[in-house]
């Protein structure tokens, strides 16, 4: 664990906003040269802080109007493989996340379609046939919006 300052908290919250601004904007912003900023954000980097940058597509934009939220709750536990599960869940690609869980279900998986017959055909087709998938909960997702969380971001 790394001591941070203030600078190094506004620079997290503003890459967390938008990971593609540069250091020498950032720099500006927060009264340091491009090459300061640039050490910091490797610092961050290098401490497991900050770990990647990624795009966030609008899936409604690219013809996927439908996100559902499944809980899956493996059938034979034991008899089969999580690392099989995951392994299948992971190939098929309208599931954007995979999350293996401690409560009621097992897994929880985020799923994107153009629609609702469309996720029903992924449903069947692709999900109820996974290795060991038994009972499955859907809840389709009306809206969503970010809050900040502890570190404001």
């Not at 900023?37 to 961050?44: A, F, G, S, Y």
């Not at 966030?56 to 013809?63: I, P, Q």
């Not at 392994?87 to 929880?108: F, K, M, N, S, W």
């Amino acid at each position: 664990m790394i001591d941070l300052d203030d600078i190094d908290h506004q620079l997290i919250r503003s890459l967390a906003r938008d990971a593609t601004q540069s250091a020498s904007a950032l720099g500006r912003r927060y009264g340091l040269s491009q090459p300061a900023t640039w050490r910091r954000i490797r610092r961050l980097e290098e401490a497991g802080i900050l770990r990647g940058r990624r795009l966030r597509l609008n899936a409604e934009s690219l013809g996927f109007g439908v996100t559902v939220f499944l809980g899956i709750k493996l059938a034979t536990k034991g008899r089969v493989s999580l690392e099989d599960f995951e392994r299948a869940v992971a190939a098929i690609p309208e599931v954007q996340t995979v999350e293996h869980v401690l409560g009621l279900y097992d897994y929880r998986l985020r799923v994107v379609a153009r629609d609702l017959p469309d996720f029903e055909r992924v449903l069947r087709r692709r999900i109820m046939t996974l290795p060991g998938a038994g009972e499955v909960e859907a809840n389709v997702l009306l809206s969503e919006e970010r809050l900040a969380g502890p570190l404001g971001l």
